[in-house]
């Protein structure tokens, strides 16, 4: 089970543009190491070279993007880069099939909010309810709704992705005995 709490998912935005793709999000001259707590230094290091220590500077951290986000190749490096540099959510007009199911595979918290990049800007504290789907802009109050997950995605991320989930259906059912 993971402890974080998805309805009360609260940083700073990063805000990115449309098309951000997964060569964008870790290139590949940097996956020579397999090990995210390393690569995850160059999370979007092709857009914006300062990235990761914007991440460390600013502390809780939500990535803000706008359409298409993830795009490209089905690089599962992409969502693991975003989540080890320690950002606690994505939010976006829209994502890359593949790179949204890779979240949740992974853990890491995504919200799909058309027109959000219109909303907020750089540096805003936002709250992400993954639970209701909707973002709260910290300093106004208002809110944006979103589109909500579906439940099963949400159990997902809320065991932690799909590796914890399969690890806890295991024990449950006695399968690993």
């Not at 949740?104 to 209701?132: A, D, F, M, R, S």
């Amino acid at each position: 089970m993971s402890d974080v709490d998805l309805s009360n998912l609260i940083g700073k935005t990063l805000v990115f543009g449309d098309f951000m793709n997964t060569d964008i999000i870790i290139p590949s001259q940097y996956l020579e190491d397999s090990d995210p707590n390393i690569y995850c230094k160059y999370v979007m290091a092709a857009e914006r070279p300062t990235t990761w220590q914007e991440i460390q500077d600013q502390g809780e951290t939500i990535f803000v993007g706008g359409i298409d986000f993830g795009s490209g190749s089905s690089r599962e490096q992409a969502p693991d880069a975003i989540r080890y540099a320690g950002v606690k959510a994505v939010v976006a007009e829209s994502f890359a099939t593949i790179f949204f199911r890779n979240c949740i595979n992974v853990g890491l918290p995504l919200l799909e909010v058309p027109g959000i990049t219109k909303e907020v800007t750089e540096g805003e504290e936002i709250k992400v309810n993954l639970q209701n789907g909707i973002v709260t802009i910290i300093s106004t109050g208002k809110t944006i709704q979103g589109n909500k997950l579906e439940p099963f995605l949400l159990n997902k991320l809320e065991k932690g992705g799909l590796i914890p989930e399969l690890q806890e259906y295991v024990k449950e059912n006695k399968l690993d005995q």
